[in-house]
């Protein structure tokens, strides 16, 4: 039998990228082959052993609601399920679990080698093949070519990497892995512009060396469901805790101690590191009065031995690194497993590719995660499943996906780094999002299930499932404007019984519900609403309370919703050659063409165009769009 | 998918600053449908006709105040200079009632247009050819940038950096609020929710009174009080009724009549002035009087020039004197009038000496337009900085200290029992609108804040 040299898509890497790009591809029927440098280390947690968070964990829910895999790979492999800021109000509730990383990458890796259409090879891809701007295939160190329509590099940290410790310095990746050497230059070959990024991580300790018992423990909820929609209501009976411990002037002394060594001083790294993460030596130099630094002390795994120090990041070299942690209380006796290391890599310079990952540049290249800049396991994930999706739409000759920033987390991700240039990773956080009230953790599906239905990773059967969910409680919520309560005497006495004021006219169920207190619970029995037509599940429940104790503020938010998700069907042509153009601002106009944004809400958003220019533009483009749509309907056909 | 929506504009077109006239111009889609909400024209002619003028109101629908009078030139689509449905409105030239006119035109639709933007949707409909646009191309390819400050410029100076200290201490809440919402994990001392609330109620109350003093049209409302007083019978309320072409005040020869203090307003010289009449500063004799004694300090305290009237035809007494001792001791802008020219003068000049004074009868005309002449320079000279301060916000911008305003309001009440994520939204809000008021940047990035301030790791 001969190898197959051919692919419709090839992705190169098997990072959470990577993986979610392959499945996506070869799950949308695509013959697809991914290649690693080592099948060992596929979807490979090299930092932190957790998933989720506020606006990550969104991500990682919004992945699952499309059919991306690693919402319900880790809703298997977790230790530890929990709820953050609960208190704070249902845009920032958000769910983070703790990964057995040893469990994911098994679980992960037999899914992959499971699915059918897609073929796993090991080997280091040094060159890739474009011919007219257009992506031919791939080459390998061993001189194999791969031919493929569409390619997908999810490099992570890989590229021309090197290891920073202190002053030793060499080339290598995450777990004493081998740098890719050789693709960055062929990407650089071939027009793609790249820069230097820098990221680092803790050490890890050897758990019998840690006094767990004087430090404060830190238990999950159980309740908290998983990031699936199948796992929305899971009980996780059975989780193990982090601990909680502080830097004190001990620390603060050992870091100063040591604080020439430091790559940051020394300035042999770059200094474009992640601001959301920044290592001890840092947070230093940036806040020298602060003693106190929180340590989470997180498991990487049901049965291991090792302990992740969140907090202590750094890249000092290892005697400093000994000082600094046996600082710590709880730490003083605690052995290093594992150093922890800054790591500088190659990632395209900002403004190269579309909201699709695809290329601005060479057609058929796509990128997604940190080649793409951006750190963390869940915007790699997302843009890898943005990225795979699309190769697969555009082979098929169909309409991108581009989700709307307006629509989901995984919007505004794609948005952002296609719009905004960047000095350091980009984290998706809440406060990236300027309609988080709509885009709340417990709406992902209720926003995105058509999506996935319809691009095909969502099956018949389980798209029915979460749309009649989706309907039962939309449904309910429109019950609630439909049925009202009169002032009988009866009700006024019930109403004042409740202490949120009496009842003077008729008030729907909705407005009862508004009122401070008042719960759905309390709302139908006062409607005497018939028990089999209510909702049940607190999941339901609580999706129906959020939408209507909180219309006011979506409402307003609805508004400004409706101006960008307009802004963002507007599509922009890279040539475009109309009389009336010349009416416009030449410097804005040229900005438009030249860097190939993909609609009119980004350049609104980069603040290029007057609102009067924009009437004209969307005029003009209109009637552009208007024939493009026609193009594509043909053929469609 | 969906057509291009054009919506209204409405701008000044004519320079701005005081002129006999004022144009403001209209045009877009719901023209009509707004002139129809706020121009109450008289006749029965139909409205809107094409290429007519109608005399009318232009009137606050949800208030019923008349703006001003004025005339309104209709033409339809396409025969207007925009192709667009377009209406000229004629205002008094007056900047404050231009003010108020636009920012009812906003209200009710239409949006403050770009500058050039009529001549772009007159090019667009095929008004005018490249040609004559490119003659223009100085004021349209200027940067947006620029086109938004130049709307914003004017404002400059004290109240500009009064709003930017709110704006400032309500971001620094939010930077808290949203440290704290973003990384839940980090540490962040979470936000003092009572000693936010007390900080809203105190940002609330200074911005509100920001927003009295500066309010559009608030002045044609308020207008520049004038007060004028002097002893019962002096003339005062003759002088009124003069000023004001009708007989508002009770005029009787009964001394204390006034016993009230009349109100009322008037355009001198297209500047909005608030006349009232007080009830003179008389001992009082029973307690109505003295109701209106104190009455007349207040006025005199808060008005803006004093006119002092006495009567010419009598030698002053003590109670003349006691006036004159407290125009004297003012420090505002005081005006006499030596009334009842037309009766044989008894007051001798040295009475008076060192004033201004103006000989006139109320009664019979006399002497007013030199009245209104000094009256109007005085405002003019002293009031004019002033004036220009108060007036100093824009349509828009006074849109975006209400929209401040409304949604502090709200945050302020929702406090214990909303969430700190809705909180945090009423907050951003607010700092993009006081951003607005003073043309500062509307974005707010606060991660960016964020970490610069808080030492994020988790």
């Known amino acids: 039998m001969t190898e197959k040299r051919h692919y419709s898509v090839i992705v190169i890497g098997g990072g959470h990228a990577g993986c979610e790009a392959a499945l996506a591809s070869s799950r949308l029927g695509a013959d697809t082959l991914l290649v690693t440098m080592n099948i060992t280390t596929i979807a490979l947690m090299p930092c932190n052993p957790?998933?989720?968070?506020?606006?990550?964990?969104?991500?990682?829910?919004?992945?699952?609601?499309?059919?991306?895999?690693?919402?319900?790979?880790?809703?298997?492999?977790?230790?530890?399920?929990?709820?953050?800021?609960?208190?704070?109000?249902?845009?920032?509730?958000?769910?983070?679990?703790?990964?057995?990383?040893?469990?994911?990458?098994?679980?992960?890796?037999?899914?992959?080698?499971?699915?059918?259409?897609?073929?796993?090879?090991?080997?280091?891809?040094?060159?890739?093949?474009?011919?007219?701007?257009?992506?031919?295939?791939?080459?390998?160190?061993?001189?194999?070519?791969?031919?493929?329509?569409?390619?997908?590099?999810?490099?992570?940290?890989?590229?021309?990497?090197?290891?920073?410790?202190?002053?030793?310095?060499?080339?290598?990746?995450?777990?004493?892995?081998?740098?890719?050497?050789?693709?960055s230059a062929s990407l650089e070959e071939n027009g793609i512009k790249?820069?230097?990024?820098?990221?680092?991580?803790?050490?890890?300790?050897?758990?019998?060396?840690?006094?767990?018992?004087?430090?404060?423990?830190?238990?999950?909820?159980?309740?908290?469901?998983?990031?699936?929609?199948?796992?929305?209501?899971?009980?996780?009976?059975?989780?193990?805790?982090?601990?909680?411990?502080?830097?004190?002037?001990?620390?603060?002394?050992?870091?100063?101690?040591?604080?020439?060594?430091?790559?940051?001083?020394?300035?042999?790294?770059?200094?474009?590191?992640?601001?959301?993460?920044?290592?001890?030596?840092?947070?230093?130099?940036?806040?020298?009065?602060?003693?106190?630094?929180?340590?989470?002390?997180?498991?990487?795994?049901?049965?291991?031995?090792?302990?992740?120090?969140?907090?202590?990041?750094?890249?000092?070299?290892?005697?400093?690194?000994?000082?600094?942690?046996?600082?710590?209380?709880?730490?003083?006796?605690?052995?290093?497993?594992?150093?922890?290391?800054?790591?500088?890599?190659?990632?395209?310079?900002?403004?190269?590719?579309?909201?699709?990952?695809?290329?601005?540049?060479?057609?058929?290249?796509?990128?997604?995660?940190?080649?793409?800049?951006?750190?963390?396991?869940?915007?790699?994930?997302?843009q890898g499943l943005i990225a795979g999706i699309n190769a697969i739409l555009s082979l098929r000759g169909e309409t991108p996906y581009w989700p709307s920033r307006t629509r989901s987390y995984l919007g505004v991700l794609v948005d952002d780094l296609s719009t905004w240039s960047r000095n350091e990773p980009y984290r998706i956080t809440p406060g990236h999002a300027e309609f988080r009230l709509t885009l709340r953790d417990d709406s992902a599906e209720r926003r995105l299930i058509e999506d996935g239905y319809r691009i095909g990773l969502v099956s018949k059967e389980r798209y029915d499932k979460i749309f009649t969910w989706k309907k039962r409680i939309e449904d309910e919520i429109a019950s609630m404007d439909e049925l009202s309560l009169l002032p009988s005497s009866?009700?006024?006495?019930?109403?004042?019984?409740?202490?949120?004021?009496?009842?003077?006219?008729?008030?729907?169920?909705?407005?009862?519900?508004?009122?401070?207190?008042?719960?759905?619970?309390?709302?139908?029995?006062?409607?005497?609403?018939?028990?089999?037509?209510?909702?049940?599940?607190?999941?339901?429940?609580?999706?129906?309370?959020?939408?209507?104790?909180?219309?006011?503020?979506?409402?307003?938010?609805?508004?400004?919703?409706?101006?960008?998700?307009?802004?963002?069907?507007?599509?922009?042509?890279?040539?475009?050659?109309?009389?009336?153009?010349?009416?416009?601002?030449?410097?804005?106009?040229?900005?438009?063409?030249?860097?190939?944004?993909?609609?009119?809400?980004?350049?609104?958003?980069?603040?290029?165009?007057?609102?009067?220019?924009?009437?004209?533009?969307?005029?003009?483009?209109?009637?552009?769009?208007?024939?493009?749509?026609?193009?594509?309907?043909?053929?469609?056909? | 998918m969906s057509k291009l929506k054009i919506d209204t504009i409405a701008a000044l077109s004519t320079p701005a600053g005081r002129a006999a006239i004022s144009l403001i111009r209209v045009s877009g889609p719901d023209t009509f449908e707004i002139l129809k909400k706020v121009f109450k024209p008289g006749g029965k002619r139909a409205f809107p006709l094409h290429y007519s003028a109608y005399f009318g109101n232009i009137i606050e629908p949800e208030t019923g105040y008349i703006a001003d009078q004025v005339i309104v030139n209709t033409y339809l689509s396409p025969k207007s200079y925009t192709g667009e449905d377009l209406a000229e409105i004629s205002t008094h030239g007056n900047p404050v009632i231009v003010s108020k006119v636009l920012s009812i035109l906003f209200k009710n639709?239409?949006?403050?247009?770009?500058?050039?933007?009529?001549?772009?949707?007159?090019?667009?409909?095929?008004?005018?050819?490249?040609?004559?646009?490119?003659?223009?191309?100085?004021?349209?390819?200027?940067?947006?940038?620029?086109?938004?400050?130049?709307?914003?410029?004017?404002?400059?100076?004290?109240?500009?950096?009064?709003?930017?200290?709110?704006?400032?201490?309500?971001?620094?809440?939010?930077?808290?609020?949203?440290?704290?919402?973003?990384?839940?994990?980090?540490?962040?001392?979470?936000?003092?929710?009572?000693?936010?609330?007390?900080?809203?109620?105190?940002?609330?109350?200074?911005?509100?009174?920001?927003?009295?003093?500066?309010?559009?049209?608030s002045m044609i409302s308020e207008g520049l009080k004038v007060a004028i007083v002097g002893k019962p019978n002096a003339g005062k309320s003759s002088l009124m009724n003069y000023l004001l072409g009708r007989d508002r005040a009770i005029v009787t020869n009964i001394p204390g009549t006034t016993r009230d203090t009349l109100e009322e307003s008037l355009i001198i010289d297209s500047l909005p002035v608030k006349l009232i009449d007080t009830a003179g500063l008389r001992k009082a004799e029973n307690d109505i009087e003295a109701i209106g004694i104190e009455r007349t300090e207040k006025a005199i305290e808060t008005s803006f020039a004093v006119i002092g009237v006495f009567d010419g035809s009598q030698t002053p007494d003590s109670e003349d004197m006691a006036v004159l001792q407290r125009l004297k001791s003012l420090e505002k802008p005081v005006?006499?009038?030596?009334?009842?020219?037309?009766?044989?003068?008894?007051?001798?000049?040295?009475?008076?000496?060192?004033?201004?004074?103006?000989?006139?009868?109320?009664?019979?005309?006399?002497?007013?337009?030199?009245?209104?002449?000094?009256?109007?320079?005085?405002?003019?000279?002293?009031?004019?900085?002033?004036?220009?301060?108060?007036?100093?916000?824009?349509?828009?911008?006074?849109?975006?200290?209400?929209k401040a305003l409304t949604v502090l309001k709200r945050a302020e009440e929702g406090i214990g029992n909303m969430y700190q994520d809705m909180l945090a939204i009423d907050l951003e809000e607010a700092v993009r609108e006081l951003g607005r008021v003073n043309g500062e940047t509307v974005d707010v990035n606060t991660l960016d804040i964020i970490f610069e301030r808080f030492c994020i790791g988790k």
């Open chain 1, 490 to 637: 009866e009700a006024r006495e019930i109403m004042s019984k409740t202490g949120t004021g009496d009842l003077k006219k008729p008030a729907s169920g909705a407005e009862l519900l508004q009122r401070p207190g008042m719960t759905y619970k309390s709302v139908i029995e006062l409607l005497h609403k018939p028990s089999d037509s209510c909702l049940t599940a607190p999941d339901e429940i609580y999706a129906l309370e959020t939408e209507i104790k909180y219309r006011g503020y979506a409402d307003r938010e609805l508004e400004r919703i409706k101006q960008t998700a307009f802004l963002e069907t507007i599509r922009l042509p890279y040539e475009i050659e109309d009389e009336r153009l010349k009416i416009i601002n030449k410097e804005a106009l040229e900005i438009m063409q030249s860097e190939r944004y993909d609609d009119l809400s980004q350049m609104v958003r980069l603040n290029h165009f007057s609102r009067s220019e924009l009437a004209i533009l969307l005029a003009i483009l209109n009637g552009e769009d208007c024939d493009n749509e026609a193009e594509e309907d043909n053929s469609n056909k």
């Open chain 2, 109 to 217: 639709g239409a949006r403050q247009a770009e500058k050039g933007e009529f001549t772009r949707r007159a090019f667009l409909n095929g008004k005018m050819d490249l040609l004559e646009v490119e003659a223009l191309s100085q004021l349209l390819y200027a940067s947006s940038t620029t086109q938004t400050r130049l709307a914003l410029n004017q404002l400059d100076g004290l109240p500009s950096k009064y709003i930017a200290k709110i704006r400032q201490e309500l971001l620094d809440q939010l930077v808290q609020l949203e440290a704290s919402l973003n990384f839940p994990e980090d540490s962040i001392e979470s936000i003092d929710e009572n000693a936010l609330k007390i900080k809203l109620q105190k940002i609330l109350s200074e911005l509100s009174l920001f927003a009295d003093n500066a309010r559009n049209g």
């Open chain 1, 50 to 183: 957790s998933i989720g968070g506020p606006g990550k964990g969104h991500l990682v829910r919004e992945i699952g609601a499309l059919g991306g895999e690693m919402a319900s790979c880790i809703d298997e492999t977790c230790v530890q399920m929990k709820w953050l800021n609960t208190s704070k109000g249902p845009a920032v509730r958000s769910r983070r679990a703790q990964a057995d990383k040893y469990l994911y990458r098994q679980r992960m890796i037999n899914t992959l080698f499971e699915q059918e259409n897609l073929d796993v090879r090991q080997g280091q891809v040094t060159e890739i093949l474009v011919s007219d701007n257009k992506i031919q295939g791939i080459k390998l160190e061993t001189g194999i070519k791969f031919l493929c329509e569409r390619l997908i590099i999810t490099s992570g940290t890989y590229l021309n990497a090197r290891i920073i410790l202190g002053r030793e310095s060499w080339d290598g990746a995450p777990q004493n892995q081998k740098a890719a050497i050789g693709l």
């Open chain 2, 335 to 402: 005006l006499i009038v030596q009334n009842k020219s037309d009766l044989p003068q008894q007051l001798n000049p040295d009475f008076l000496a060192g004033l201004e004074v103006i000989k006139a009868s109320a009664l019979k005309g006399e002497g007013m337009s030199e009245l209104i002449s000094s009256l109007s320079k005085t405002l003019k000279v002293n009031g004019i900085s002033s004036l220009e301060e108060m007036v100093l916000l824009g349509a828009s911008q006074v849109n975006a200290l209400d």
């Open chain 1, 194 to 382: 790249m820069r230097r990024l820098q990221t680092a991580t803790p050490p890890r300790v050897l758990k019998s060396s840690v006094d767990l018992s004087i430090l404060r423990e830190l238990p999950g909820d159980i309740d908290a469901g998983g990031f699936t929609w199948e796992d929305r209501l899971r009980r996780y009976e059975k989780q193990i805790s982090c601990f909680l411990t502080f830097t004190d002037e001990r620390s603060i002394e050992a870091v100063k101690r040591h604080m020439s060594e430091s790559p940051l001083v020394l300035a042999n790294i770059t200094n474009e590191g992640p601001k959301h993460c920044p290592s001890i030596d840092r947070k230093l130099l940036k806040f020298p009065d602060m003693v106190r630094h929180q340590i989470f002390i997180e498991p990487e795994g049901w049965k291991s031995q090792e302990l992740y120090l969140q907090g202590l990041t750094t890249g000092m070299p290892p005697v400093a690194q000994e000082d600094i942690v046996s600082s710590v209380v709880g730490l003083e006796k605690a052995v290093i497993l594992r150093y922890g290391y800054a790591i500088e890599y190659d990632a395209l310079a900002p403004g190269q590719f579309h909201k699709t990952m695809e290329s601005r540049k060479i057609k058929g290249l796509y990128t997604a995660g940190q080649i793409n800049g951006t750190s963390g396991y869940e915007e790699a994930a997302g």
